[in-house]
């Protein structure tokens, strides 16, 4: 089945610097996704980026489908910012599969 | 609107009680799917449905049950809580096989 790879495992920023989060996969995807999951818990779709670069705000998505690797670029880091971000490509028909996450912090 | 809404948003419950949580979504999705999420652990999906037939994971097959009355909701019932049933429960609709998920904000249970 699909395998999600994600890192750094953890990253801690002064506020205003960038971010890059990298997510690889075992096997190709037609869909992935990036999610922000808050202190709380709660799961906040951010980007769906199957293939190419997708840009909302100060996120930047890149995925290479035929190398499996998909990244996230936060520029200009917030303090609201913290929290764990996830990648989750489709491991066939209607399910996904999560990586392990990267936790951001960021520090005024 | 992309909304996905869960019920309650808190939950507390006693071992050995019943336990109903409510997902809803107006996007007229044909997926419906309940996550489990403890800290530091990746979301784990415990079931969905597909229209009407519900799919549920082998490893939780006996612990939670679900019901679709109709296309907009979906529930997840437990049967006997458990302390080891304390946990986020995350609702997601998609359009279909491979397509983007989106999540409701969450039930947090904590069974005392």
């Known amino acids: 089945g699909q395998q999600v790879q994600q890192s750094p495992a953890s990253l801690v920023l002064q506020e205003g610097e960038n971010a890059e989060l990298q997510c690889n996969f075992s096997s190709t995807a037609t869909q992935l996704q990036w999610f922000y999951q808050s202190p709380g818990g709660s799961l906040v779709s951010l980007l769906s980026n199957p293939s190419g670069t997708k840009h909302t705000g100060r996120l930047t998505s890149t995925t290479v489908t035929k190398e499996r690797r998909s990244s996230l670029h936060i520029s200009s880091s917030q303090t609201t910012d913290s929290g764990t971000y996830l990648c989750a490509p489709p491991t066939g028909g209607y399910k996904v599969v999560f990586g392990s996450g990267t936790r951001l912090l960021v520090s005024p | 609107d992309t909304t996905v809404k869960q019920n309650p948003r808190y939950k507390l419950a006693r071992v050995g009680k019943p336990v109903n949580l409510i997902c809803s979504q107006t996007?007229?999705?044909?997926?419906m799917y309940w996550y489990q999420k403890k800290p530091n652990q990746a979301p784990k999906l415990l079931l969905f449905?597909?229209?009407?037939?519900?799919?549920r994971e082998a490893d939780t097959f006996e612990k939670f049950q679900s019901s679709r009355p109709n296309n907009s909701f979906c529930s997840l019932y437990i049967g006997s809580a458990g302390l080891e049933y304390s946990a986020m429960y995350l609702c997601?609709?998609?359009?279909?096989?491979?397509?983007?998920?989106?999540f409701g904000p969450g039930t947090r249970l904590t069974v005392l």
């Open positions: 996007m007229n999705h044909d997926t």
């Open positions: 997601a609709s998609s359009g279909g096989a491979g397509a983007e998920q989106f």
């Open positions: 449905y597909y229209d009407k037939i519900l799919n």
